[in-house]
């Protein structure tokens, strides 16, 4: 399966779908070090290794998978962690309200505002409530070009995500989207959701308070 690319000028983002749930699989390569982050191992260890095999292209030093990043619980974006934390021995990041959920022990439990780093670039922790207690959207700013906000379930093109009808889960949920992912970022910035395909805050911006009044 080919994974879709941008290609930016200190790194390259590139994304696979798995599983019958269409997840999505995200591999941040630096070009300087080579140094990478995966964000959800959500399914399929050979399709990810063959995302990091595709990801050896991108930089001319030696890769290295250097971070695994879980945006949350949900058994869907987890289910090849286990492998591929033994596979690689790569050191494995989540928000701290989720953490202990997830299959493997996670090394740093993140909480919003905090900040990841590898050599080449680093990612902001967003800690968006509702979706799960401590779902969490890491986010690239790069020197040139919009960011990047790798969302996982919590905000998609045309909404936020499944609060399970829960009125103050929902309320929480598009509370912190619309603080500290539409009040602190760009309309230029390119969303990368945990199902489906990207979007940009300025598209979906108009729709807010629609998606308030209707309750999800």
């Known amino acids: 399966m080919d994974s879709l690319i941008y290609d930016l000028p200190a790194l390259t983002i590139r994304s696979i779908s798995v599983s019958e749930m269409d997840n999505n699989v995200y591999?941040?390569?630096a070009k300087s070090s080579g140094e990478q982050v995966l964000i959800?191992?959500?399914d399929?260890?050979?399709?990810?290794r063959q995302l990091l095999a595709d990801a050896a292209r991108?930089?001319?030093a030696e890769p290295k998978l250097a971070l695994i990043a879980t945006t949350h619980q949900h058994w869907d974006h987890v289910r090849a962690l286990p492998d591929l934390v033994a596979a690689t021995g790569a050191p494995t990041v989540a928000?701290?309200?989720d953490a202990d959920a997830l299959p493997v022990p996670v090394d740093r439990h993140l909480e919003h505002g905090d900040r990841v780093a590898v050599t080449g670039f680093e990612l902001?922790?967003?800690?968006?409530?509702g979706h799960t207690p401590g779902s969490t959207a890491f986010v690239y700013r790069g020197?040139?070009?919009?960011?990047?906000?790798f969302?996982?379930?919590s905000l998609f093109p045309g909404g936020v995500g499944n609060t399970q009808k829960d009125p103050e889960r929902f309320n929480s949920l598009l509370d912190d989207v619309t603080d500290r992912l539409f009040g602190t970022y760009p309309d230029a910035a390119v969303v990368h959701p945990g199902h489906g395909k990207p979007t940009t805050l300025g598209a979906e911006r108009p729709h807010l308070e629609e998606w308030r009044a209707r309750g999800w």
Do not use: F, N, Y
């Not at 399929?44 to 990810?48: K, S």
């Open 44 to 48: 399929d260890l050979p399709a990810i």
């Open 143 to 149: 020197p040139d070009g919009p960011p990047h906000i």
């Open 95 to 97: 928000g701290a309200d």
């Open 124 to 129: 902001e922790a967003v800690h968006l409530r």
């Open 40 to 42: 959800d191992a959500a």
């Open 151 to 153: 969302s996982g379930d």
């Open 58 to 60: 991108d930089t001319a």
């Open 27 to 29: 591999l941040l390569t």
